[in-house]
């Protein structure tokens, strides 16, 4: 069974920055594209970035371009969201997911709808 699990959220001020990770077991982690949501109450998710499964590809919402780098290391059946200069705006809770079909990236949340998610892990950011 797929797990992942992420882990980096926090408190920080506006124009800080922070790391998160999201570890992925029970898969064979680099045959398969990753992308990280996020979703504030009463909103629906909104996906971010993702990455293809070589980490050869990548996309961003254009919101966190220039601000957010999505990464994988595959050795360590992990990916990560570097996200900097973080505004109010950015506050959510951040949830990493897994693409249902290997060796496949489109940069949807139709498709990675169909994966496997985390629990999240809340980012606040004060202004």
């Known amino acids: 069974q797929v797990q992942l699990v992420e882990s980096g959220g926090g408190l920080v001020q506006a124009g800080g920055s922070l790391r998160l990770s999201c570890v992925v077991s029970g898969r064979t982690f680099d045959r398969y594209s990753m992308a990280w949501f996020r979703q504030t109450p009463g909103n629906e998710r909104e996906l971010v970035a993702s990455i293809s499964w070589s980490g050869g590809n990548t996309d961003y919402t254009d919101s966190v371009k220039g601000r957010f780098t999505i990464s994988r290391d595959n050795a360590k059946n992990t990916v990560y969201l570097q996200m900097n200069s973080l505004k109010p705006e950015d506050t959510a809770n951040y949830y990493c997911?897994?693409?249902?079909?290997?060796?496949?990236?489109?940069?949807?949340?139709?498709?990675?709808?169909?994966?496997?998610w985390g629990h999240g892990t809340q980012v606040t950011v004060s202004s």
């Open positions: 997911a897994t693409e249902s079909v290997p060796l496949y990236y489109v940069s949807s949340t139709e498709r990675f709808d169909r994966g496997s």
